[in-house]
């Protein structure tokens, strides 16, 4: 069906918990369906990062610059850098009827969530917290210092999980089975009524002439 709004689906998950391979996989197998929203952020770049393709990277009088304009959907501190969802590209995809996945932490999700009631949320964790921690460090892209920020970080979101639509366990190496979990939610989500407002109408128009009495 093409007459439907985009669904707003907003992944999140603790740091390490590979949201971001599951994400790639999501876009690269079902590559039509869906668009990534790319943030803004204050932190340097890993290696291998691009600009305008991983994110915007900004300087923090540029990003404050940008909520002042308003021009977020949300934005949020993660330790101690800004990261936020530009909001004009992410309303005009959905209004195309083009389904936009936000990869972004809890307390941006939870905005969003306030000021888009339908977004669905889903929440991906790995099977345990040795699993995190493991993955954190085989990342290899971050200090002792950084990793213990972000496990702490962990240990106070698991308490805002429940806020979650829906909660998918990333099981080690199996990157593609976690990524059909998510389509096949976004999936399901898209037969919500509420999402078939286009097929109602045609459904209606084309019926109209069966009514009796008139
Ligand atoms: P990283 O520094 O590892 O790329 O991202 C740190 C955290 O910020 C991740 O949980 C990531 O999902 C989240 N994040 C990325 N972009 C955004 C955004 O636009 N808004 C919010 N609230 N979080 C974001």
Redesign the pocket.
């Known amino acids: 069906m093409n007459n439907q709004r985009g669904i707003l689906a907003i992944?999140?998950?603790?740091?390490g918990a590979g949201?971001?391979t599951v994400v790639e996989e999501i876009l690269k197998t079902y590559d039509k369906e869906y668009c990534l929203?790319i943030?803004?952020?204050t932190?340097q770049p890993?290696n291998g990062?691009k600009h305008g393709q991983?994110?915007f990277f900004l300087k923090k009088e540029e990003f404050e610059q940008r909520i002042a304009e308003d021009l977020?959907?949300?934005?949020?501190r993660?330790?101690e850098?800004y990261?936020?969802?530009?909001k004009d590209f992410v309303f005009d995809r959905l209004e195309q009827g083009i389904s936009v996945i936000?990869?972004?932490?809890?307390?941006?999700?939870l905005?969003?969530k306030e000021r888009c009631p339908e977004a669905l949320l889903i929440f991906v964790t790995p099977p345990t917290a040795e699993e995190l921690e493991r993955r954190l460090r085989g990342r290899g892209t971050e200090t002792d210092e950084k990793i213990a920020s972000?496990l702490a970080r962990a240990a106070e979101e698991v308490s805002y999980m429940d806020k979650y639509d829906y909660i998918v366990v990333n099981e080690t190496n199996k990157v593609a089975e976690c990524a059909a979990d998510i389509h096949q939610i976004i999936n399901d989500e898209k037969k919500k009524a509420v999402y078939c407002e286009g097929l109602i109408g045609e459904l209606s128009e084309g019926l109209s002439v069966y009514k009796k009495g008139e």
């Open positions: 992944i999140s998950g603790f740091s949201k971001g929203s943030s803004a952020t932190r890993r990062e991983h994110y977020f959907l949300e934005h949020a993660y330790i850098d990261y936020g969802t530009p936000l990869e972004i932490e809890m307390q941006g999700a905005k969003v972000r």
